[in-house]
């Protein structure tokens, strides 16, 4: 089969231009390319509110937009041929969409969809403040933590029990229906969050995967000049203090510390390089308070003064620009 071209919402501009208008994934869904599929959305307005919505899909490749909810899809029908590929900003994955094979959308990602086949979906989604009204009562993870059940497709008999008991819940709407919703979310909610988080340890290694190093790194890039504690980076990471101290140093074979500190240095070199900005204004830039510390640790690193390495590297680089030269 043909996987159409990239769809987006009615009037064609590109969904960073329109994210203020997707609040909510149902009205995405309902008011979007996804509109062309049969589908039915259900939800109730209890202490913790949640939309779901059935929906019968064939192929198709569509882009979803960022929006402040995370989106848990169940397939429960799909045909022999059906196969599903999604890129959330870390490159592609692939599976099959086999009923029961679950995937997680994490909240704030804005993510491409390409789906070969035809299957029938029942989709759940969370909005920011209700996990993070839920993860409140388990305070060593957070909502980030979800997007390792976002890697590739996972089998779960509880979630898929309790979803399909959620879906029905909101097709009575009754007084204890609401009740029994709240509760169901609860549990689901804790026990992805539990499931994330024994996600990154396996066979007894704390697990650090490239997206969350990345996303490490990125963080450590935007604040060098700034305090950079673990707790900070374990933040970022979407993970506890202590399982990203762990992980980091399995993944990296450093510690925190000591890799950042080859951060500043790289960023100091790069400043020596390309600009005539003073040692004190570069020291600062890159994160250390004293000029003194600065030189030390720029030796240690580099074998040079910050002065000396400058001097060499513009020498061999001027050299180079020379030995270019016609004639």
Not at 97 to 125: D, F, I, Q, T, Y
């Amino acid at each position: 089969m043909t996987v159409s071209k990239p769809m987006y919402p009615d009037d064609g501009r590109p969904l960073a231009d329109r994210q203020d208008r997707w609040q909510r994934y149902a009205d995405f869904y309902r008011d979007s390319a996804y509109a062309v599929f049969r589908q039915t959305h259900r939800g109730l307005e209890g202490q913790l509110p949640f939309r779901m919505i059935e929906v019968e899909q064939h192929d198709h490749d569509f882009t979803d937009p960022n929006v402040p909810e995370a989106v848990l899809a169940l397939p429960l029908v799909a045909s022999a041929d059906n196969c599903w590929s999604w890129d959330m900003g870390d490159g592609w994955k692939h599976g099959r969409a086999a009923p029961g094979n679950m995937l997680m959308l994490p909240a704030s990602v804005e993510s491409r969809w390409k789906v070969v086949g035809r299957r029938k979906l029942l989709l759940l989604a969370l909005p920011s403040d209700t996990i993070s009204q839920i993860s409140q009562q388990a305070p060593d993870c957070t909502h980030t933590s979800l997007q390792v059940l976002a890697q590739r497709t996972w089998r779960d008999r509880f979630v898929e029990r309790l979803m399909l008991r959620l879906w029905e819940a909101a097709r009575l709407a009754q007084t204890t229906d609401r009740l029994l919703a709240d509760g169901i979310l609860l549990a689901l909610v804790l026990h992805l969050l539990q499931r994330a988080q024994a996600d990154v340890v396996r066979d007894g290694k704390v697990i650090l995967p490239a997206w969350r190093l990345r996303r490490v790194t990125e963080f450590v890039d935007a604040h060098l000049g700034e305090r950079l504690s673990v707790s900070r980076l374990a933040a970022a990471a979407g993970l506890s203090e202590r399982h990203f101290a762990r992980a980091f140093r399995q993944e990296v074979g450093e510690t925190p510390h000591q890799w950042i500190m080859k951060r500043r240095i790289e960023r100091a070199t790069e400043w020596l390089a390309n600009s005539d900005t003073p040692l004190e204004q570069i020291a600062a830039q890159c994160g250390f308070v004293a000029i003194s510390h600065f030189g030390r640790m720029f030796k240690v690193v580099t074998g040079e003064t910050p002065r000396r390495w400058q001097d060499l590297h513009r020498g061999n680089e001027a050299d180079q620009d020379h030995a270019a030269r016609p004639g």
